[in-house]
């Protein structure tokens, strides 16, 4: 599947679209170059599950939680600055992987042998004329 995002209005109707779409799926590896959206993607899904904390880059904390307004909690992961999967491994990044919350992966490359088989990949991209598109693989 694939949506186009031509101007940031636009994101929060894609991520609703995106939510209906991987119905049922916990674990998303969100993946494309540095300024592409992915976390601003991650604030739209948010919005649309109803989390009301700031959403912002875990770039320094590697994981964010989040709650929504129904008690469920999601976690928003960036393992840009992590240098290898054992240093992954050394807080317990399985333990979330596979605790049933969603799961919001960037630069999945850093892990990818601790990545679970169910990991949704979301490719984002920059499309010529400035807009970003999103394609994802079930």
Not at 81 to 108: H, K, L, Q, T
Not at 114 to 136: H, I, K, Q, T, W
Request: charged letters at 25%.
């Amino acid at each position: 599947m694939k949506w186009t995002i031509g101007h940031l209005d636009e994101i929060r109707e894609v991520a609703a679209s995106f939510l209906d779409y991987v119905q049922g799926r916990r674990l998303f590896a969100l993946r494309g170059p540095m300024g592409v959206g992915k976390t601003t993607f991650v604030k739209a899904v948010c919005a649309c599950l109803g989390v009301e904390d700031d959403v912002s880059s875990p770039t320094f904390a590697i994981v964010n939680e989040y709650v929504t307004q129904g008690g469920e909690t999601l976690y928003h992961f960036d393992f840009y600055r992590v240098n290898s999967e054992e240093e992954a491994m050394d807080f317990g990044v399985e333990e979330y992987f596979y605790g049933g919350s969603r799961c919001f992966i960037e630069w999945p490359e850093k892990i990818e042998g601790l990545l679970p088989e169910e990991a949704v990949d979301c490719y984002f991209s920059e499309l010529p004329d400035g807009s970003r598109e999103l394609s994802v693989t079930i």
